[in-house]
């Protein structure tokens, strides 16, 4: 009787101690630990929308600084691009949620939508939105979304891009913009660039087109009746810059762009943003979620702050269009 209590005793231990060995190698959220709860590996799911430079550098920069902030070996990135197809969004978000990953990365707005859909409750940091609110159709805007999103804008002042026409190009008397109706902020940003240059006397037209197929089409239909280009930081549009440049370029067309991406690829001028840079921001910002608890409710939406004039000097000569100072060189495609 005593050998079978002490027996027993024993197979209780070593249960115990399997048990014990067993805790640290994954946690509620399924991502892999150690025995060391500081060594813990996060999973994080980054979506993008489509490939293009400025998208390309905003990730790269939340993924060099988030790998720089917990250390190589305590992060795991599934990047998973969309080609541009929102419902392919939303087929990667729902992956990331059944994955039950520790946060959502949702580089561009269609990115952000298919996020904020697929889950309330793993946190999603944002980055290249121009506008939260329209995104996530909230009325009473406060800076801060008071969901389970935060995150960084790629909004550079508006009323400065338009500002950039009279200061390039004095003498033209109508500015066609372009953009893709099917991205909100896109629209958002014509509109107020639209009201922007009716102030300083232009006349403003609006050239949606629905997607790259009417890329060509809009830009010829724009091109014909423009003196000028607006292209906003659009996704769209940023993915076809070599089909709106052979089309304006040989008319004589001048593109003011809303991001260096496009204004390399099809334009003479633009007022941006770092992209990589404001992807490093939205990594700092997913580091104080997942290691000091913030809650992305009430953390505020941040901006880039290094906003620079940039111009193509190749294009604006063969324009012959005299660039002011301040103004940088930037290289073309």
């Not at 810059?241 to 370029?249: F, R």
């Given at each position: ?8 005793l024993?197979v209780?231990?070593?249960m ?6 067993g ?16 060594k ?5 799911g980054?979506c993008?929308l489509v490939?293009h ?6 990730t ?34 729902n ?6 990953v ?5 580089n561009?707005t ?15 940091v ?5 506008d939260?609110?329209?995104?996530l159709?909230i009325?009473?805007w406060t ?14 002042p508006?009323?400065e891009?338009?500002?950039m026409f009279?200061?390039?190009?004095p003498d033209i008397?109508?500015i066609?913009l ?8 896109s629209?958002?940003?014509?509109d ?5 240059l009716?102030?300083?006397g ?7 087109f629905?997607d790259?197929?009417d ?9 014909d ?10 996704n769209?549009?940023?993915?076809n ?9 040989p008319?004589?067309?001048p ?16 007022l ?9 921001i939205a990594?700092?910002?997913a580091?104080?979620i ?14 880039a ?7 193509v ?12 100072e301040?103004?940088?060189a930037l290289?073309?495609?």
């Open positions: 009787m005593i050998f079978k209590k002490i027996a027993a024993s209780a231990g070593i115990t101690v399997s048990a014990l060995a805790c640290g190698t994954a946690d509620n959220s399924g991502s892999e630990t150690t025995a060391d709860s500081s813990k590996v996060y999973k994080i980054l993008q490939q430079d400025a998208l390309d550098a905003a790269q920069g939340f993924e060099d600084k988030l790998t720089e902030l917990l250390g190589e070996d305590n992060v795991e990135f599934d990047l998973q691009n969309a080609a541009g197809e929102s419902a392919t969004c939303s087929t990667i978000v992956q990331f949620v059944s994955s039950n520790d946060l959502i990365f949702a561009a269609a990115s952000l939508q298919a996020a904020a859909s697929a889950t309330d409750s793993i946190p999603i944002g980055t290249s939105i121009t939260y609110a329209t995104a159709d009325d009473d800076g801060k979304t008071g969901r389970n999103i935060t995150g960084t804008s790629d909004l550079a508006l009323e891009q338009a500002a009279k200061e390039l190009l008397k109508t066609g372009l953009y893709c109706s099917s991205e909100p902020n629209k958002y940003q014509v107020i660039v639209s009201e922007e009716g102030k300083l232009y006349t403003a037209k609006l050239y949606p629905a790259s197929n890329v060509a089409a809009v830009t010829t239909t724009a091109c009746e423009s003196d000028a280009l607006y292209i906003p930081t659009d769209t549009a940023a993915a810059t070599e089909i709106i440049a052979n089309i304006a370029n008319a004589n067309i593109v003011i762009a809303g991001e260096e991406g496009i204004c390399s690829g099809c334009g003479i001028a633009t941006s943003i770092s992209y990589y840079s404001l992807g490093q990594g700092e910002m580091y104080d997942l290691v000091n608890g913030a809650d992305p409710a009430t953390t505020e939406i941040k901006y702050t290094d906003l620079t004039k940039k111009y000097p190749s294009r604006c000569e063969s324009l012959g269009i005299t660039i002011p301040g103004y940088e290289e073309t495609e």
